[in-house]
């Protein structure tokens, strides 16, 4: 495959990987009445469709059309050399076009065309694209978004932030997750204004893209509106504080002693979780399998579906669902407790979860702990692993 000038990373290998796990996902169970139709909608030199094809297609019985579209016209034959190997896969039909991505998304609205999954990878934001993209969706479908707008969501451009997700970014120890939760926010405005509902499956950053997986669903879950909320900070005691949007009220006082602290507020962001387990160990379960199937094929030094990066990544979301919205950065709080240094993450999560309260070692930014406990309870354990475990 010949990458072409710009655009192809080889550090999204785990984003690549997923969208693999997740397009061999939609066969299972599928109906073999109609052919599942995957639309990499911005396709660059076309790695993740040509993947689609051979890995996550497999040796499956199922129709695919596969819709691969990049709205510049000059990599054209790029993306053609590049998908030649599909041409000969059993089953795969290749609708090749340069478009700009509205008008295929009209398109296939309008020609009654709806897509079992689409991978929407843009420059910066996304979110103008996303009520044609969930228009063009079929229920139970799943939809993969990337965003490189980082200075919005993560406080950085708060004007931008207003305009671009309708909401107030502030800057916080955890901007990654922040990001990722307007993100979803952003997707689950768009989904409630068709009456569908969304759930999902994995959120993940390496600080430059933002990337969500989502399935639609058919309708709205009773309470799913609750997952739409504010996260506040105060920056001089480090205190948060969670509401959801149809509870707000008030902010009770932050944890600066001389009541001289202000709360910074974010949102209306995504306060649900960021991961579904069960599809993530779903997701693993189809990666073992997939190996197993071409193992018989692989030849020396080739590789697998989940390059251990990857996986290393989908085992820290497994062990992460997202929930609460409340991420610590370990390293502020030893600051703040003039420690040594940061407490060992997982020892601290142990004595959080033995004092009854839910912990977890983030899965989205490393050195950070989600946990319900108050700051005062998150302190006094961290002050116990002074100079312990580390
Ligand atoms: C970030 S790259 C995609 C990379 C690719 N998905 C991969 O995994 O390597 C963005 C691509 O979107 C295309 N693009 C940008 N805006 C577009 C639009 N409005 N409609 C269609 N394609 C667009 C660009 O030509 C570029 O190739
Ligand atoms: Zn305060």
């Known amino acids: 495959m010949q990458t072409g000038g710009g655009f192809f990373r080889p550090d999204s290998r785990p984003a690549r990987d997923f969208s693999v796990l997740i397009a061999a996902s939609t066969l299972l169970g599928a109906s073999r009445d109609h052919p599942l139709r995957w639309l990499d909608l911005m396709a660059g030199c076309g790695i993740r469709s040509l993947r689609w094809g051979l890995e996550a297609k497999g040796a499956s019985h199922q129709p695919v059309e596969l819709w691969v579209n990049d709205g510049d016209q000059e990599r054209g034959p790029l993306l053609a050399a590049n998908l030649e190997p599909l041409q000969t ?4 039909s290749i609708k090749l076009s340069h478009q700009p991505a509205e008008r295929l998304l009209r398109e296939a609205y309008l020609e009654h065309r709806f897509f079992d999954l689409i991978d929407l990878d843009p420059f910066g934001c996304p979110n103008a694209l996303l009520q044609s993209t969930l ?16 200075r919005s969501p993560t406080g950085h451009d708060r004007f931008a932030a207003v305009r671009r997700f309708g909401a107030a970014a502030r800057a ?11 993100q979803l926010a952003a997707i689950a405005r768009e989904a409630w204004l068709l009456g569908r509902g969304l759930d999902p499956l994995f959120s993940f950053s390496d600080g430059r893209t933002f990337r969500v997986a989502v399935r639609m669903r058919q309708r709205i879950r009773s309470g799913e509106e609750q997952q739409l909320g504010f996260l506040a900070r105060c920056d001089r005691c480090g205190d948060q504080a969670l509401q959801a949007m149809l509870d707000l009220q008030g902010w009770r006082p932050c944890a600066c002693t001389d009541g001289c602290g202000r709360w910074a507020v974010s949102g209306p962001l995504w306060i649900g ?4 387990v069960s599809q993530i160990n779903g997701l693993l379960e189809i990666s073992a399998g997939l190996d197993a ?13 989940l390059a251990p990066r990857s996986r290393r990544m989908l085992d820290g979301l497994l062990a992460d669902p997202g929930q609460p919205a409340c991420c ?3 390293g502020e709080l030893s600051r703040r407790l003039q420690l040594k240094g940061p407490p060992a993450i997982e020892p601290l999560v142990a004595a959080l979860r033995a004092s009854g309260h839910s912990a977890s070692v983030s899965g989205v930014m490393a050195g950070q702990v989600r946990t319900n406990a108050p700051l005062g309870i998150l302190l006094r354990r961290c002050s116990e692993f002074d100079g312990k475990d580390r």
Request: proline share 4%; charged share 20%; net charge negative.
């Open 293 to 305: 199937a071409s193992s018989l094929g692989l030849s020396e030094g080739q590789d697998r579906t």
């Open 89 to 92: 896969c059993d089953g795969v």
């Open 135 to 150: 228009q063009a969706m079929r229920f139970g479908g799943v939809l993969l978004v990337a965003s490189t707008d980082g």
């Open 328 to 330: 610590w950065s370990t």
């Open 273 to 276: 979780p960021l991961q579904d």
């Open 172 to 182: 916080h120890p955890s901007s990654w997750e922040l990001a990722l939760r307007l």
